[in-house]
C-alpha cells in the first residue's frame, strides 16, 4: 500500500478502534460512554437542523419541540401498543417529520426573522399538546363538527410529570447499559450521517444549496423553491424526531421541562460554532459543548468557593445557575467574532495547509 493510501486510511482505522472497538470490548470508563451518548443523539437533531439552515438557508426555533414530538411518539408506541423500538424509533421520525412539514408551510410566504417566529410557535403549541392533550381533543371534535370524538387525556402523555419508557429490547435482551445506549446511538450516528451526505450530493441537496444562496436564481433554474423548502423542515424534523426517540427510550423517562425553548437556542448554537453548511459541522460543535458542559459540572464546586471570595457581589447560587449559559454565550460570540464560518471550515483550512506542505509521492 502506497504511502498516499495509508494516510487517507489510517485516520479511519484509528476512528474504528476508538470508537466501536474499545467500547465494544468494555475497554472505556462508564462516564465517557454515557458522554459519547449524550453527544450522539444531540448530534443526530443538530445533523437535522444543519439540512434545514446549512444547506437551505432557512431558520427554526423549534429543533426541541420536534424531538419532543419524537420522544412522545415512540413512548407512546412502546407503552400503548408494546411496539418494538426499533419500530417506534422510525415512526417517530416520520410523526416528527409531519408535524415539521406543517410548522414549514410558513416558509413558502415569509422568510428571516419572520419564518425564525413562526417555527418559534412550534415550541410553545407542542408542549401545550403534550401537556394537556384533551384539549386538543376538544379542538379537533370542535373543528370536524362533531364527528370525530378523540378520547385522549392527561394519562395517554402524561401530562407535566412525563412517562415512563421501556428500555429497548434486541434477540430478548434489554439494552439497559451505558455500552448497549452508546453503540445504539452510534450505529445510528453513522447511518444519519451516511443518509444526510447522501442527500446533499443529490439533486435535492445541490437544489437546497441554490436555494440558499439565491432563491430567485434557483427559482429561474427551473427549481422550486417551496417544494424543496418543505423536504428540508421534513428532514429536519425527522432528524430530531429519532434523536427524540433515542433519548427516551433511553433515559427511561420523559417530560415536557426537557424540550425546552433553550435547547432550541442550544442547538442553533452547537451548529454556527460547529459550521452550518458542513456535513462534520454538527459533529463538532456538539462536541465542543458537550465537553464544555462535562467540565463546567466538574469545576463548579470548586468555582462556589472561589468566584464569591473574589467577586462578593455574586452569590452561590448564581454561580450554579449562571456560569454555563455564560460560557455558552462567550463561546458562540468568540467564534461569530473569529471564526464565523465554524469549527469544521477551520478544520477542512488547517487539512489543506498541511496537504500543501506535504509533499505527494
Same mark, same amino acid.
Given at each position: 500500500?502506497?504511502?498516499?493510501? !495509508? %494516510?487517507? +486510511?489510517?485516520?479511519?482505522? #484509528? @476512528?474504528?478502534?476508538?470508537?466501536? $472497538?474499545?467500547?465494544? /470490548?468494555?475497554? =472505556? &470508563? ?52 408494546? !411496539? %418494538?423500538? +426499533?419500530?417506534?424509533?422510525? #415512526? @417517530?421520525?416520520?410523526?416528527?417529520? $409531519?408535524?415539521?412539514? /406543517?410548522?414549514? =408551510? &410558513? ?67 434489554? $439494552? ?186
Amino acid at each position: 500500500m502506497s504511502a498516499q493510501r !495509508l %494516510s487517507e +486510511w489510517w485516520p479511519l482505522a #484509528l @476512528a474504528f478502534v476508538g470508537f466501536v $472497538l474499545l467500547p465494544a /470490548l468494555d475497554l =472505556l &470508563p462508564t462516564e465517557l460512554l454515557r458522554l459519547l451518548a449524550s453527544i450522539g443523539t444531540t448530534a443526530i437533531s443538530v445533523m437535522g437542523l444543519n439540512l434545514l439552515l446549512g444547506y437551505t438557508g432557512q431558520v427554526s426555533l423549534g429543533q426541541a419541540a420536534f424531538v419532543m414530538v419524537g420522544a412522545y411518539t415512540s413512548a407512546i408506541l412502546a407503552r400503548e401498543t408494546g !411496539l %418494538s423500538f +426499533w419500530l417506534s424509533m422510525p #415512526l @417517530a421520525g416520520l410523526a416528527a417529520g $409531519l408535524v415539521g412539514l /406543517l410548522f414549514g =408551510l &410558513p416558509s413558502l410566504r415569509v422568510r428571516g426573522f419572520y419564518l425564525a417566529m413562526a417555527t418559534l410557535a412550534a415550541q410553545f403549541i407542542i408542549p401545550w399538546v403534550i401537556k394537556a392533550p384533551e384539549k386538543l381533543a376538544t379542538l379537533v371534535g370542535w373543528l370536524t363538527l362533531g364527528l370525530v370524538h378523540p378520547t385522549w387525556d392527561s394519562t395517554l402523555t402524561g401530562g407535566a410529570t412525563g412517562l415512563q419508557v421501556p428500555a429497548p429490547v434486541l434477540f430478548g435482551s434489554t $439494552l439497559d447499559s451505558t455500552r448497549a445506549e452508546y453503540l445504539t446511538v452510534l450505529a445510528v450516528v453513522v447511518v444519519a450521517f451516511l443518509f444526510q451526505r447522501n442527500v446533499v450530493r443529490t439533486r435535492t441537496g445541490r437544489a437546497l444549496v441554490a436555494i440558499r444562496d439565491n432563491e430567485r436564481a434557483a427559482e429561474v433554474l427551473g427549481i422550486h423553491p417551496y417544494t424543496y423548502k418543505l423536504q428540508a423542515f421534513f428532514l429536519c424534523a425527522l432528524y430530531a424526531g429519532i434523536a427524540g426517540a433515542l433519548q427516551a427510550h433511553f433515559r427511561r423517562s420523559i417530560s415536557p421541562d426537557a424540550f425546552t425553548l433553550a435547547s432550541s437556542i442550544e442547538q442553533l448554537g452547537m451548529l454556527v460554532v460547529g459550521g452550518a453548511g458542513y456535513l462534520a459541522g454538527p459533529l463538532f460543535g456538539v462536541s465542543l459543548f458537550r465537553l464544555m458542559q462535562d467540565i463546567i459540572v466538574r469545576v463548579t464546586p470548586t468555582l462556589r468557593e472561589i468566584v464569591p471570595r473574589l467577586l462578593p457581589f455574586v452569590a452561590q447560587t448564581d454561580v450554579d445557575t449562571s456560569f454555563r449559559p455564560l460560557i455558552f454565550g462567550l463561546t458562540l460570540m468568540l467564534f461569530l467574532i473569529y471564526q464565523p464560518l465554524g469549527m469544521a471550515h477551520g478544520v477542512r483550512q488547517l487539512a489543506a495547509r498541511w496537504r500543501a506542505r506535504v509533499p505527494s509521492r
